[in-house]
């Protein structure tokens, strides 16, 4: 067997099904059945069977994978090693990052990696925690910015900052003219808020419940920049990092509340396999990251 056999595997597991496995590598139908065919031949056990229209693995399929992600992820480490020796000429670098710290955070550090190292490709992909986290383990992304903590079990972390989560309301919100409220009148108000088992919905349930309130859900959205937009368009309180909201309440679009006893604070940090692992461009990454967290 040979790695581009095994690359194809991957992606007939993943894709299920030979043509959209053809379509990823840009080659024909043909060539990635025969190259299937040939593979399951050296291993002499059947690979796939059909479930419909998809091809999944038989058990010896799903060890042959555990086993082939394990050889390409080292194939991929070796090859940017190779680039690495050449200055990070070329290549590209996987990432993944929440929404907030994609958009208000690392873009500096986007540019500087891009005006240092123009024939690295950064390859974004943004989520919530819990997918960065999936990602990381499928070895879809080799470093991601998450909030913490973290299930850190198979990775390293480090934090690079902390920022508040702060609660807003749109201006002519009924009270966006109080000097302050109570943690329980702004839970039974109703929040547009993050889902669920969501990382800072966590430590947003924690702050209300240790104030002696219940945090009641208007709306539930992954996505900071379409809690506060519905926020601006009068759907309801709000509670944000800071930077999200920073513009607007510098130009009065939105009015941050005073909450009796609720005062959140959420870490940020970078989620990598061991360094060892990672290609020359991960490593520099998180080193440029890791300068200016210290600044």
Known sequence: MDIRQLRYFISVIKEGS?????????VTQPAISLQMQRLQDTVGE??????GRRMVPTEAGRVLAAHAEAVVRRMDVLEAEMSGLRGLERGSLRL???????????????????????GVILEITVGDTRELLEALRRGDVEVASTTLPVDARGFEVFEIYRERLVPVVPV???????????????????VITYPEGATTRRLIDTAFESAGATLRPRMEISSPEAIKRLSQAGLGPAILPEPVVKAELESGELVRLNVQGVDIERAIGMVHRERAALSPAAR????????????
């Not at 030979?18 to 840009?26: E, L, N, P, Q, S």
């Not at 059947?46 to 479930?51: A, E, G, P, S, Y």
């Not at 990052?97 to 873009?107: F, G, K, N, R």
Request: no cysteine; net charge negative; aromatic share 10%.
């Open 284 to 295: 520099t990454f998180l080193d440029m990251v890791a300068e200016r967290s210290r600044t």
């Open 172 to 190: 002519d919100d009924p009270l966006a003219g109080k000097r302050s409220v109570t943690a329980t009148a702004l839970g039974e108000a109703g």
């Open 46 to 51: 059947k690979l796939f069977v059909r479930d």
């Open 18 to 26: 030979v043509g959209a496995a053809a379509r990823i590598h840009f």
């Open 96 to 118: 993944g990052a929440i929404d907030a710290v994609s958009v208000y955070v690392l873009p500096d550090i986007y540019h500087e990696f891009h005006e240092k190292y123009p």
